[in-house]
């Protein structure tokens, strides 16, 4: 029989089906207590799927099957990890790590979020991440403070 009707586990193969890791960002890796369980959900969901894979009997597909979850894996595990839990801020006085900041921009949207970690960001549910621009702006200012962006300006409302 021919070898080009056969499947052999290849080199080639296996490399074809590693991933590169996910890109790590070089800040602190600050999270809530809610972001460090979301990302231990994460590690597991991955896990899970990753054993779910190695059933898989056709070995090429089983590594396809394999290759995003291990590589997701690899990323939470690294993230939990190395996860700085910050509490909750002590006071609405100031803008820190984990405050919720309602503000209004020059053209008069009011808009509100919970600063965050990078992980846990969601800006569509109202979470930013403490890297992000405004967020960055925002840290450190009280109520009242107006504070420039891109051109605009930011009135900080309220701090929760």
């Not at 590693?18 to 207590?33: A, F, I, M």
């Not at 053209?107 to 992980?119: C, F």
């Amino acid at each position: 029989m021919s070898v080009a009707f056969t499947k052999e586990d290849s080199a080639e193969t296996a490399a074809e089906t590693l991933l590169p890791d996910r890109p790590v960002s070089s800040h602190p890796n600050l999270v809530t207590q809610a972001g460090l369980q979301a990302l231990e959900a994460q590690l597991h969901h991955a896990r899970d799927a990753y054993e779910a894979a190695q059933k898989i009997e056709e070995v090429n597909e089983r590594r396809r099957q394999a290759a995003s979850p291990l590589r997701d894996a690899r990323y939470f595990a690294s993230r939990v990890r190395t996860a700085q839990v910050i509490a909750d801020p002590a006071s609405t006085e100031i803008v820190a790590f984990g405050s919720t900041v309602t503000f209004r921009r020059d053209d008069g949207r009011v808009q509100t979020y919970r600063i965050v970690g990078e992980d846990e960001a969601d800006p569509k549910a109202g979470s930013i991440s403490f890297v992000s621009p405004v967020a960055r702006l925002l840290m450190g200012k009280v109520a009242g403070d107006v504070i420039g962006a891109s051109g605009q300006e930011l009135e900080i409302m309220a701090i929760t």
